[in-house]
Structure formats: C-alpha cells, structure tokens
C-alpha cells in the first residue's frame, strides 16, 4: 500500500462546475495535509494546507481533512481552464511541513471549456 | 522577493560521470529540501536540512547520492558515477522553519 494515495486521472470537468480531488493517506501519525498545483514542465506551487478536521476554503478552493478516516479532499468551484493541472497531494509527520512531505502521484485535471 | 533557485536548468551527462545541483534557497529560509520526480511521477524525498545539519536524509537512494548545505545558504546536491535511472527533474524546496515549503523551477537531469 503506498503511504499516499490518489486517482491518477485523468479527471475531465466542464467549465464552471465542481471538481473534486481526493487523497488517501496511510501514516495515522500525520499532522499536515498539502495540496500542490503542477503545470506541465513546471515546478509544484502550493495551494491549501490544512491541520485541522474540518473544511478550510481560500477563495475557490476548499480543503477538507477527516482524519479518522485518513482522508483529505480539494474542492474547486466554479472550474476554470487554467485549473487544468496535476494536483498533488503531500502529508507530512511534522507540524506546519517542517519534515519531509511524502507525495501522492498526482491526479490530473482536465477543465473543458 | 526571490524564490527558490536552482542551477542547472537541464543537464546532460553520459553514465558514469559525476554531476553536482545547485539550489539557492529563499533567504531567511533555514529549512532545505531535496526532491526527485521522475517523468509522469510523483514527488521523491531525498534530503532534508534544517541550518547546515541534516536530520534526515533516509531518501538517498544509494551512496552515489549526497548533499551538503553552507550554513543556511546554498546547498549542493551530488550524484557520483550516474546511471540511466538518475535521469528525473531533482526539485529543491525552502521553508522558514516551522512553514510550508515553496520549491524551486528544478534541475532536468538526462543520464545517456
């Protein structure tokens, strides 16, 4: 079982609709959940972090976490073409990404105009 | 301000030679990071720093790979007598201690 675990994709959504992003994590000693944005050919940026159960939203773009049932999610609203990317899921052992972050493989997305 | 940088953007080497990354972190940042992605692959750690010490560095694959860190500068990571399976992107990553790490445009590594 791999210690992170996404669906590769791809994951085609039409413009202005909900995508949804989920992420599995098997280290029940997890303390912080990253979503990452990768461009083709690009270097990752992050785009929400989260610690705490519950939801956290930053503009279009909600955070979920349960950790019970080790599971986190992405939601972003109202889908735009330039959201088209691999999104990557990160888990760390550290508070606030101060140790490694162990990596999901990504899952790509697709936003059709 | 500055992000994270590093250099070589692309390197080419055959098998069997040395090759040495360069990664500037963000200044102030006192925390350093090594990844390495293979092509259509997740990320990989290999190296974490805080200051000039490395805490962790179970990621190195094999002995060939090392790392060191100047202070809470520049760190250079080298990989002796590469392989054909060395060839990924190797991305550096900075954070302010404790934070969220911000990463580099990262180095293109081909081993032919």
């Known amino acids: 079982q791999k210690e992170v675990e996404q669906n590769s994709g791809p994951l085609s959504v039409p413009e202005g609709a909900i995508a949804s992003l989920n992420c599995t994590y098997s280290?029940?000693?997890?303390?912080?959940f990253f979503w990452y944005r990768q461009y083709s050919g690009k270097s990752p940026e992050l785009i929400m972090f989260?610690?705490?159960?519950g939801d956290k939203e930053d503009g279009r773009f909600t955070a979920q976490l349960n950790k019970a049932s080790q599971y986190v999610s992405l939601l972003i609203r109202d889908s735009q073409p330039s959201d088209s990317a691999t999104y990557l899921c990160?888990?760390?052992?550290?508070?606030?990404?101060?140790?490694?972050?162990?990596f999901g493989q990504g899952t790509r997305l697709t936003i059709n105009p | 301000g500055a992000g994270v940088s590093q250099s070589p953007s692309n390197k080419v080497t055959e098998k069997g030679k040395d090759v040495e990354l360069r990664c500037d972190p963000i200044?102030?940042?006192?925390?350093l990071y090594w990844y390495r992605q293979r092509l259509g692959q997740g990320l990989e750690f290999l190296i974490y720093?805080?200051?000039?010490?490395?805490?962790?560095k179970s990621g190195l694959p094999s002995d060939r790979f090392s790392a060191e860190r100047t202070g809470e500068s520049v760190s250079t990571l080298t990989i002796q007598r590469t392989q054909q399976e060395d060839s990924a992107v190797y991305l550096c990553?900075?954070?302010?201690?404790?934070?969220?790490?911000?990463f580099g445009p990262g180095t293109r590594l081909t081993v032919l």
């Open positions: 200044s102030g940042h006192t925390a």
């Open positions: 990160a888990v760390s052992r550290g508070m606030s990404g101060a140790q490694k972050l162990v």
């Open positions: 989260i610690y705490s159960n």
């Open positions: 720093f805080q200051g000039n010490s490395a805490p962790d």
């Open positions: 280290d029940r000693g997890s303390q912080s």
């Open positions: 990553a900075s954070s302010r201690y404790p934070d969220t790490q911000y």
